[in-house]
């Protein structure tokens, strides 16, 4: 079982609609990670938190530790913003990352 | 700041040779990690490294793959007797130190024929 779950799997949204990722963890996590791998196939890192808040342009993302969850928004979604997004949980003691399987989402213009 | 390098940045190799691929991090990053992304799957880890130290490798095939990161020069994963299996997108990334985001290269493309 994977340690980092993420949803929905796939998501289809209109532009300018309001997007929710969702991402859930196990114990022991000391950071989360959240990624963007276009279709071409790269990577960029968006966000590494570990309570709390963070935002950068159209993209907030939240942390629950409580709830050991993360979400990831996107407000006013736009066609570009169409690729995968993953989360990944770094564990206390430990720096490599466990990834989420992922989350496809396409903007429709 | 050039970001993190990868080369080649695709790799064909027939089953039975060498795959070798390279990560430069980022100036002044001493921290690196290998993903390896199978075909219609997630990202998996396969080793950390720091200069000259291999600091987890629970994550590498018990045979045929190493990894080194030497004082001078790029990280390196080679894949010894490649086989169709072993073909996947290998992502590195680098960070400054311990608690500190991590950038990924444009990976590699290995697809062995």
């Known amino acids: 079982k994977n340690e980092v779950e993420q949803s929905p799997q796939n998501l289809t949204a209109q532009e300018g609609e309001f997007i929710t990722i969702n991402c859930s963890y196990s114990?022991?996590?000391?950071?989360l990670h959240w990624l963007q791998q276009h279709p071409g196939g790269g990577i960029v890192s968006l966000f590494m938190?570990?309570?709390g808040k963070k935002k950068h342009g159209r993209l907030i993302a939240t942390i629950n530790i409580q709830e050991k969850h993360s979400s990831l928004h996107i407000t006013a979604s736009h066609p570009r913003d169409s690729a995968v997004y993953i989360c990944a949980g770094e564990y206390l003691g430990n720096e490599k990352l466990t990834f989420g399987t992922g989350t496809r989402l396409t903007i429709i213009p | 700041n050039a970001g993190v390098m990868q080369n080649p940045r695709h790799l064909v190799r027939r089953r039975g040779q060498e795959a070798r691929l390279r990560c430069s991090p980022m100036?002044?990053?001493?921290?690196v990690y290998w993903y390896r992304q199978l075909p219609e799957e997630g990202l998996k880890f396969m080793v950390y490294?720091?200069?000259?130290?291999?600091?987890?490798e629970s994550g590498m095939p018990k045979e045929r793959f190493s990894a080194e990161f030497p004082k001078e020069g790029p990280s390196i994963l080679r894949i010894q007797q490649v086989v169709r299996g072993d073909s996947a997108a290998y992502f590195c990334?680098?960070?400054?130190?311990?608690?500190?985001?991590?950038?990924f290269g444009p990976g590699t493309r290995l697809t062995v024929t």
């Open positions: 490294l720091q200069k000259e130290n291999i600091i987890d």
């Open positions: 100036k002044g990053h001493s921290h």
């Open positions: 990334a680098s960070s400054p130190g311990a608690d500190r985001n991590q950038y």
């Open positions: 114990v022991g996590i000391s950071a």
């Open positions: 938190l570990s309570s």
